[in-house]
């Protein structure tokens, strides 16, 4: 069975569990049904072939979902479980939780049938012998099991020790090593220290420099000659060095090619933005560049077209693009629009109330006027939306009246 038969199988399945629910009377017997789904999906949805020990293994004791698993098969096989039993036994002994174990099987299968004691624990020990706490391996791994195919003497020692001697403290090496597995002997050589004194030359803090390992580490894994070019270009629109979004910016003109940058320059022209306006917003957060062009839209959608700011205001807040639209965008400005509007707070209260942590934000707009506004938990929490309070902001009622 094809894996798009496999999917369109399994939505079926699913369909169908609500109505085999009311069709079975007996509560036992339902219990059941569900607690043995998974069984059932591979069984009657599975051809012989995927109906393999590998397969039930994966669901069983990795905790994968029966299409996750199928998907899973392709890459590793196995027909004993005791090998694989190894594995995750040493992974939960070094802080591995199922929910850790579940999304390294995942991005690595093959690991299941490494040798565990003569490949993995030497690196897992490793790890715990300079300093990485339980919760800091889970960390690395989940997020970035591929580092396990490097080498322990020719890779993750020298590596530790650079990032150990540039980073500091082993907090920074772990972040490092979530994001990215590429730091080896050979990049040391040939790309980080070249582009370390390339920003040092130019008068780069260090302690920006160790910001921008820690933060966006493919950024120095471009040869030299590259890099300074970025560096240059960066120089000439006027960034200053000493400042952190010198380096934000040397990030996002590293990643984007010249077809990209015209796009989301026409992008944010869609807005009646000029491009003074736009090179603003790069100036003062480069990351909004990185967006993506549907969250672009979704988010002046948002302010413009339903809370009623000018696009020349969102501008001045071009932070507003890195955040979440659903969890921190939609429900925090919906409360501060619905104080305004009350006339709690100021009308003129610029986005820039969305760089509060959240609970400052939550004290100072929610607790503090929750008397006032009995709706504003449920308007913070998501559960209405800012129309079903009544309230429509003077941008939509100019709209309607034309």
Not at 317 to 338: A, D, G, M, N
Not at 376 to 391: A, S, T, V, W
Request: charged share 25%; aromatic share 10%; net charge positive.
């Amino acid at each position: 069975m094809r894996a798009d038969q496999a999917s369109w199988s399994f939505s079926i399945f699913i369909m169908l569990i609500p109505n085999m629910r009311r069709i079975l009377k007996n509560s036992r017997t339902q219990l059941g049904l569900m607690e043995n789904s998974q069984i059932f999906f591979l069984r009657f949805f599975c051809s012989p072939e995927e109906q393999s020990f590998t397969v039930s293994y994966l669901v069983n004791s990795c905790g994968l979902s029966p299409e996750s698993a199928l998907s899973v098969s392709r890459k590793t096989k196995f027909e004993t479980p005791e090998r694989a039993d190894s594995v995750l036994v040493l992974l939960r002994n070094y802080g591995c939780t199922d929910i850790h174990i579940s999304k390294i099987v995942s991005k690595y299968p093959p690991l299941l049938t490494v040798d565990p004691e003569k490949t993995l624990l030497p690196k897992l020990e490793f790890f715990r012998s300079v300093g990485f706490s339980g919760p800091d391996i889970a960390g690395i791994l989940s997020s970035n099991p591929n580092i396990l195919k490097r080498g322990l003497e020719s890779n993750l020692i020298p590596a530790y020790d650079f990032l150990r001697s540039v980073l500091i403290v082993n907090e920074n090496v772990a972040r490092v090593w979530r994001k990215t597995d590429w730091i080896t002997v050979q990049s040391v050589q040939n790309t980080i220290t070249p582009n370390i004194a390339i920003l040092k030359e130019i008068g780069v803090p260090m302690s920006n420099i160790l910001f921008l390992i820690t933060c966006h580490p493919t950024t120095m894994n471009l040869n030299r000659e590259k890099f300074d070019i970025s560096v240059k270009k960066v120089i000439e629109m006027g960034f200053n060095p000493l400042k952190v979004t010198f380096l934000k910016a040397v990030v996002v003109i590293r990643g984007t090619d010249e077809s990209i940058w015209k796009h989301k320059m026409e992008v944010y022209r869609q807005w009646g933005l000029t491009d003074d306006e736009i090179m603003l917003m790069f100036r003062l957060d480069p990351l909004c560049m990185r967006s993506s062009e549907k969250k672009i839209m979704s988010v002046m959608d948002f302010l413009v077209n339903k809370m009623g700011w000018k696009p020349a205001a969102v501008t001045r807040y071009p932070t507003v693009f890195l955040c979440s639209l659903e969890k921190k965008i939609i429900p925090w400005c919906s409360v501060v629009k619905v104080l305004q509007m009350k006339g709690l707070v100021k009308k003129d209260l610029s986005l820039p109330f969305l760089s509060r942590n959240k609970k400052d934000f939550f004290n100072s707009f929610v607790v503090k006027y929750e008397q006032d506004v009995p709706e504003l938990l449920k308007l913070y929490q998501g559960k209405i939306d800012i129309l079903d309070l009544g309230f429509v902001s003077e941008a939509i009622q100019e709209k309607k009246q034309l």
